[in-house]
């Protein structure tokens, strides 16, 4: 999916364009194809890397993709209120993302939603809880598909079938063995009985 690339503002950490992996919104818009339309929201401190990392993922098949990049109503408020961020300079965060209620009323043929720096032991306890649950409970009428990634994915666990995230005694990383307990949507089809899944988890 060549990322679609407005060339009046390019987006420096997103592929460039004259690479196969972007394509400039003009040409995209004279091709008889409709751009999957894919709302990123995005927790992480670093938002750039992340940027990239999903961009380069996105970017690296046939069909068009526009991205939508978006935050925590909080987050993105404070910064055009003149909070100070760390690892996201604050012209990046004003000229590049919305805040989630910005975005609310677009349908999306796919939701990425990211990590975050924890905090706190439980999703639940964490500041941006009470907002990440309007944004799961949106997805379900606004959003024809979501994948949610580390932090994410415990907090969708979370929401959407009440399963706590269980701390481990010590640091897993590595490939460990999982189980195929059940597949009603068909996605895991062809995977075995038993495969291994890369974790780097408390």
């Known amino acids: ?38 709302g990123i929201i995005n927790l992480m401190a670093d938002k750039q890397a992340t940027e990239r990392q999903l961009a380069l993922w996105l970017g690296n098949t046939m069909l068009q993709v526009r991205l939508t990049f978006a935050a925590t109503d909080d987050y993105v408020r404070g910064v055009h209120a003149g909070r100070e961020t760390k690892n996201t300079s604050a012209d990046h965060i004003r000229k590049f993302y919305s805040g989630w209620s910005e975005i609310k009323d677009k349908k999306f043929d796919g939701l990425i939603v990211t990590g975050v720096n924890a905090l706190k032991p439980s999703v639940t306890e964490e500041d941006i809880w ?73």
Do not use: Y
Not at 9 to 31: D, N, Y
Not at 167 to 187: C, N, Q, Y
């Open 1 to 38: 999916m060549p990322v679609i690339i407005n060339s009046e503002e390019i987006h420096p950490f997103l592929p460039s364009l004259g690479s196969p992996l972007a394509i400039e919104q003009a040409r995209a818009e004279h091709q008889d194809i409709r751009p999957l339309e894919i």
């Open 130 to 202: 009470p907002e990440v649950q309007k944004i799961f409970s949106w997805s379900t009428t606004h959003v024809l598909s979501s994948l949610f990634l580390c932090w994410g994915a415990k907090a969708a666990l979370k929401h959407f079938h009440g399963i706590d995230s269980v701390p481990a005694e010590k640091k897993l990383f590595g490939l460990f063995p999982h189980r195929l307990v059940s597949d009603k949507t068909g996605i895991l089809f062809g995977f075995p009985d038993v495969f291994p899944v890369p974790v780097s988890r408390w």
